[in-house]
């Protein structure tokens, strides 16, 4: 069962212009963000290091997001990248920290430099980015930031233990820059998506076996699409949510 595609989905006018950066947004959910934002009428910079990827999205959005490669772990690479797209922007009112590496791991394949590569690619680099933009959004008395967490650290998930540490800390990353920022009207929130199809997942581990778990977990009884993060990630971005900061939302078919 998919979703229904004749579905209506909501227009925010508050998105209309608005400088939305979007991290890991060549492919996968990141790319339902980038497209979700630019149908919003929003103006839309992703950072990726798929060039492929991102050409092809940029094409097929008739070049209206803005492309900057970046490989989000070189933090002077990412804070040289945010200043390019400040100054070419002016500011930017939404940041969505989503671009991550779910590659298996076991506890026993874990070396100290690999569990530096994967915190710097699960987590370190929301906190720089979000670094990065707050003193435009200070300067604008407003500002929404996005965090993808996961529902992995919440149910009893195996095979990638640094990641769920990541994601977790995701959530605690959150709660502190939303307490940080709440006086300058900065909200900040995160989404713990549960399984969501992307091309990636559909290549690497979607397995008959892996589809029955998932929905054996799930309360509907379908795959989630990549869309429908991205709709809650417009909702927490558009003035529409403009009282909730501080907040962890579960968009996982109803598993937790
Ligand atoms: N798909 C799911 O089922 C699922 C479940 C829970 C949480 N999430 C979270 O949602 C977010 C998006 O997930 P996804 O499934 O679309 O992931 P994905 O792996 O399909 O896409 C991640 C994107 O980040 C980019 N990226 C990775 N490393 C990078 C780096 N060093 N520098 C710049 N860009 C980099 C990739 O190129 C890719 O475009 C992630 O934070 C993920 O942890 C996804």
């Not at 640094?162 to 709660?175: D, S």
Request: glycine share 6%; net charge negative; charged share 20%.
């Amino acid at each position: 069962m998919t979703p229904d595609r004749n579905a209506q989905f909501a227009q925010y006018p508050s998105l209309r212009g608005r400088v939305v950066v979007v991290s890991g947004g060549a492919s996968g959910i990141g790319a339902s963000i980038v497209e979700a934002f630019v149908a919003q009428g929003a103006s839309v910079a992703f950072l990726d290091i798929q060039d492929e990827a991102a050409a092809a999205l940029t094409e097929r959005l008739h070049g209206t997001p803005a492309f900057y490669r970046c490989d989000l772990t070189d933090i002077e690479a990412l804070q040289k990248t945010m200043a390019v797209i400040l100054e070419r922007f002016s500011t930017v009112d939404v940041l969505v920290n989503n671009a991550a590496n779910d590659t298996r791991h076991s506890i026993e394949a874990v070396t100290s430099e690999m569990w530096d590569r994967m915190m710097a690619v699960n987590l370190k680099h929301q906190f720089f980015l979000s670094q990065a933009v707050i003193p435009a959004m200070r300067k604008a008395q407003r500002g929404s930031i996005i965090q993808m967490s996961s529902i992995g650290w919440v149910i009893p998930s195996t095979g990638l233990p640094v990641y769920v540490t990541a994601k977790a800390a995701v959530v605690g990353l959150t709660r502190t820059l939303a307490h940080e920022l709440g006086r300058d009207n900065i909200r900040v929130n995160c989404i713990l998506p549960g399984a969501v199809l992307t091309e990636r997942q559909k290549q690497l581990w979607f397995t008959p076996e892996y589809e029955a778990e998932v929905l054996r977990n799930q309360a509907l009884k379908r795959m989630l699409q990549p869309e429908e993060v991205a709709r809650l990630t417009l909702f927490l971005a558009a003035d529409d949510s403009a009282g909730i900061t501080n907040q962890s939302y579960v968009l996982d078919g109803g598993w937790v």
